[in-house]
């Protein structure tokens, strides 16, 4: 739908962090809508210039152009008048939101997870919510595989000890040891696409593949075990599960201290799922390390304990961050878009319920 050049355009906005598209700027800086009353779409996140251009054309636009989130009284007073919302991961779309738009025929969302979205609010007026899935699986897979090496290597330790002059002194037989991937053991908790391809790809290191699923599942060459069993022979702990109510703090604190001495956590998944104040806890004690993409609360805050322990490399929520990747995440989120304002089925939809025929 989007070329790349137009896509990865440089995006602008007005100081105040609105820019709008498809209406006329009146003098108090309100926005008088055309004549043709196109639908209008809330859109929270900065899009490229260019996008916002072309969806101009079919839309009422309201765009936040900001890099931090949109505040909620702004969504809130926008989403009023609002036919859809475009939105991504750093936007709450909370039960009273939903009850203050009662114009709202779609939400959609460029993300796979929609944890960040209220779907028992949504179901209950009959809002279909679009995702994009299947679209991110390689891209997060490598980001977890590239997480295991830069730990159990220390890549990032080693990196800043080489940027810092402290590379003073002679080789040494234990200058900066770590792990070998191939000798190990990597237990994936989840065995849904993302996690299958995680075993795909350890095992083309040589490693021995666990694995836990909530429903059974066979997957070629992972061995099914107990999850508690998982934590206590994993050297690596891969997590791949969806994040809802039952996977809230499924990495508790008795399983992070079943793993070995030295075993590293990987989370490419969601914050909610690892008990944070735990895995602190035993990564400041040296017990284990850890490779994370996720978090409790995003964004990590700075004075967050994490940001203090070398056993640890962090990432800023960047498991989809390939060109291709997230241009096709757009590019669903746009098709989910336009069909929800035609009334249309949404191809992706995460609340499929909420069309008669499901």
């Given at each position: ?7 990865f ?45 072309s ?6 636009l ?37 009850a ?26 009959g ?26 290597r ?41 996690g ?27 061995q ?124 992706w939809?995460?609340?499929?319920g ?5």
């Open positions: 739908m989007f070329s790349r050049r137009l896509v355009s440089k995006v602008g906005g007005g100081s105040n962090g609105a820019r709008h598209f498809g209406g006329t700027v009146v003098g108090d800086g309100t926005v008088e809508r055309d004549k043709k009353m196109k639908p209008r779409v809330v859109v929270t996140l900065p899009l490229p210039g260019a996008v916002l251009e969806l101009s054309a079919s839309f009422d309201q765009a936040w152009s900001k890099p931090e989130s949109i505040p909620d009284a702004v969504l809130s007073e926008w989403a009023g008048e609002a036919d859809a919302i475009l939105c991504s991961l750093g936007t709450a779309i909370t039960a009273e939101l939903l203050s738009s009662p114009k709202l025929r779609v939400i959609s969302s460029i993300s796979v997870g929609v944890d960040h979205i209220d779907l028992a609010a949504a179901d209950e007026v809002l279909p919510v679009g995702h994009t899935p299947e679209v991110l699986v390689d891209s997060t897979a490598d980001m977890a595989v590239a997480l295991m090496l830069a730990v159990m220390r890549i990032v330790e080693a990196d800043r000890f080489v940027r810092e002059g402290r590379w003073g002194t002679g080789w040494s037989t234990d200058f900066f040891l770590g792990s070998d991937l191939s000798r190990a053991t990597v237990g994936i908790v989840g065995l849904g696409p993302i299958r391809a995680v075993a795909t790809r350890v095992q083309s290191f040589g490693a021995k593949v666990i694995g836990w699923n909530r429903s059974e599942r066979n997957v070629p060459g992972v099914q075990v107990d999850l508690d069993a998982l934590f206590e022979e994993a050297d690596v702990v891969s997590i791949h599960t969806a994040a809802t109510a039952d996977t809230r703090h499924l990495v508790s604190a008795s399983r992070i201290d079943r793993m070995k001495q030295g075993a590293v956590l990987i989370n490419t998944a969601r914050g909610a799922i690892v008990d944070e104040v735990a895995l602190v806890a035993a990564l400041t004690a040296g017990r284990i390390r850890a490779g994370l993409d996720v978090y409790a609360r995003e964004p990590l805050p700075h004075d967050h304990p994490l940001l203090r322990l070398d056993n640890v490399v962090l990432v800023p929520h960047l498991g989809s961050a390939t060109v291709a990747t997230r241009e096709a995440m757009l590019e669903r989120a746009l098709i989910n878009l336009t069909a929800g304002l035609r009334g249309d089925r949404l191809p939809c995460a609340n499929p909420v069309y008669p025929d499901s």
